[in-house]
């Protein structure tokens, strides 16, 4: 049975992120908002993220904060939900890493239950930058059990509603848990997704599982109240040895009794109410009890044909999901891979790219450069000689120039530990280059498995979302033909009330145990069995239950 509804706050409870709106006071909200999201996605601890975030905050005004809080808007649905919740006797919690100045607020406009948040640190109307409170290092799950623990409730009767990383503990530990507009994290976790930005979505499903579970608590009740009816009239059959006036009196005295309980129960259970035509004979009477006997049989198999199915396409769906973890989980180790792979190639090309201008810096300051570049300008010279025709003077100062430069050339003297330097150097850039291509290679692999396994997860999703929607039209329908159920038992009520009130005087019969008594004395004894197993607690089938009416032990 549901017993409390914890809610997250930032937008689940209310429309938006508090702290990415408070950031906007210090014009950090994009650097907040940063942190943030990588917070919702997993990449980083929550501890980390709120004392990064919070640190950003250092300065404003607590006043400025509380209007901000003023004003933030609640989550469509919120009111309607938590309104009917607390209607149904509900309690409704709300536990976040936000912040008491915002989450207060929240709680005395809707009558939220209990609230526990972080708080600023504040000093002369300013935040420090420091925050506290039970969610900065702790987790949601660890709030929440202390919180059922003193309500003295368990974890199967909580339902949690929430969007990210920080929030997957309480919702893979309560009974049922609600991912709402959340991160695929969260989503693979959860019992029930709603992607609609509408809590009235969510309250949906809650008001669906109480009424399953008031469903399933009155059919209980009903087939009790069946066993306590075949009983009396067996309990009517053990008095029939005492002398035909005293029976007479009895018997009239048990059947009204039978009539004011049997109204009693009526009440108790609220069946609809019946507008059924008796027939005009007992005997037409009786018929019709057989018939309406018949029919509940029928429809109470097609229910619990209904309650199969959907208990199946839950576990299908649970497999599902469980499935859905495992190769999310696989394309996360992948992806983790291939992003620590490309940290190595980074540091492979950074290395190779040092090499290389160690190589370049390393031969422009031994003269190599100077070098190529006179012997370039002797080959154009001599090329111009070889190619032109050209005045004896023109001709005469090129080879003077050339001369010139041969006799700089012979001047450049390479230095040679800076030349074997070079070379050792062009070795580890070489070797640098080769880890670039290999590693490059494997993250290329961890990439494309890692593709693999997110397709995977889409085709698993969409087959647990099928199994989802089955079993919630096999449970839809299942509780259709629970109230069909009751409209033919509130008929045979009307009826037995007929039949209870027109029986016969029973006569003392000295001969009853030698007319057809063999033919039906086995079942007859497998009936007495049956009441004799429910006087002493014992749980009684439908089956049963028309086996002690069908003998009616007398």
């Known amino acids: 049975m549901i017993k409390l509804v914890v809610f997250d706050l930032d937008n689940v409870i209310i429309d938006g992120e508090a702290i990415d709106e408070i950031g906007k006071l210090a014009n950090v909200e994009e650097d907040i908002a940063a942190i943030t999201e990588k917070a919702m996605q997993g990449e980083i601890d929550f501890e980390t993220s709120i004392k990064d975030?919070?640190?950003?905050?250092?300065g404003t005004s607590i006043e400025d904060i509380e209007k901000v809080a003023d004003d933030l808007p609640l989550m469509a649905g919120a009111e309607k939900t938590i309104a009917c919740l607390k209607e149904k006797d509900v309690d409704v919690a709300i536990i976040s890493g936000s912040f008491d100045v915002v989450a207060e607020k929240v709680k005395d406009k809707l009558g939220v239950d209990a609230v526990y948040t972080n708080s600023f640190t504040v000093e002369d109307g300013k935040l420090t930058g420091e925050v506290t409170g039970p969610l900065v290092s702790g987790s949601k799950l660890d709030v929440l059990k202390d919180h059922v623990e003193e309500a003295g409730i368990t974890l199967d009767e909580v339902v949690a509603v929430g969007d990210g990383a920080n929030d997957i503990s309480m919702i893979e530990s309560a009974g049922c848990g609600i991912a709402f507009n959340a991160k695929d994290s969260v989503k693979e976790i959860a019992d029930v997704v709603v992607d609609e930005k509408d809590l009235c979505k969510v309250l949906d499903e809650i008001l669906n599982q109480l009424t399953?579970?008031?469903e399933n608590e009155a059919v209980d009740d009903e087939e009790t109240e069946e066993a306590v009816e075949a009983s009396e009239e067996a309990e009517e059959t053990a008095e029939e040895a005492a002398d035909e006036e005293a029976a007479d009196e009895a018997e009239e005295?048990?059947?009204?009794?039978?009539?004011?309980?049997?109204?009693?129960?009526?009440?108790k259970k609220e069946l609809p109410k019946s507008e059924f035509v008796l027939a005009d004979t007992m005997e037409g009477v009786r018929k019709q009890k057989d018939e309406k006997e018949a029919e509940i049989s029928k429809v109470a198999d097609e229910r619990e044909e209904f309650n199969r199915i959907a208990k199946e396409q839950r576990k299908i769906r649970d497999e599902l999901n469980a499935s859905l973890k495992e190769n999310l989980n696989k394309a996360i180790e992948f992806r983790n891979e291939r992003n620590e792979i490309n940290k190595e190639v980074e540091a492979a090309k950074k290395a190779r790219n040092e090499a290389n201008n160690?190589?370049?810096?390393?031969?422009w300051s031994s003269g190599k450069r100077d070098k190529i570049k006179?012997?370039?300008?002797?080959?154009?010279?001599?090329?111009?000689?070889e190619t032109r025709v050209l005045d004896i003077k023109k001709e005469n100062q090129l080879v003077k120039n050339a001369n010139d430069l041969r006799k700089q050339l012979m001047e450049i003297h390479e230095d040679e530990s800076i030349k074997t330097e070079a070379q050792e150097l062009k070795k580890v850039s070489?070797?640098?280059?080769?880890?670039?291509?290999?590693?490059?290679?494997?993250?290329?692999?961890?990439?494309?498995?890692?593709?693999?396994?997110?397709?995977?997860?889409?085709?698993?999703?969409?087959?647990?979302?099928?199994a989802h929607k089955k079993f919630i039209e096999a449970r839809k329908n299942a509780s259709a033909k629970h109230e069909e159920f009751k409209a033919i038992l509130s008929d045979i009520h009307v009826i037995n009330k007929k039949l209870g009130s027109n029986k016969p005087k029973r006569r003392r019969n000295d001969n009853k145990g030698s007319s057809g008594g063999n033919k039906n004395r086995e079942e007859k004894e497998r009936a007495e069995e049956i009441?004799?197993?429910?006087?002493?607690?014992?749980k009684v089938?439908?089956?049963?239950?028309?086996?002690?009416?069908?003998?009616?032990?007398?």
């Open 358 to 363: 160690k190589i370049k810096s390393l031969e």
């Open 53 to 58: 975030r919070v640190q950003l905050l250092e």
């Open 253 to 267: 005295t048990e059947e009204a009794s039978e009539d004011a309980a049997e109204d009693k129960k009526e009440d």
């Open 531 to 538: 009441f004799a197993k429910f006087k002493q607690g014992g």
């Open 430 to 466: 070489e070797e640098e280059h080769e880890k670039v291509i290999s590693l490059s290679e494997k993250a290329q692999e961890a990439h494309e498995e890692m593709l693999t396994y997110f397709r995977k997860t889409d085709d698993i999703r969409t087959a647990a979302d099928e």
């Open 374 to 385: 006179i012997e370039n300008e002797i080959k154009k010279i001599d090329k111009i000689i």
């Open 212 to 214: 399953t579970e008031e």
């Open 541 to 554: 089938s439908t089956e049963e239950i028309l086996l002690l009416q069908k003998y009616n032990i007398g």
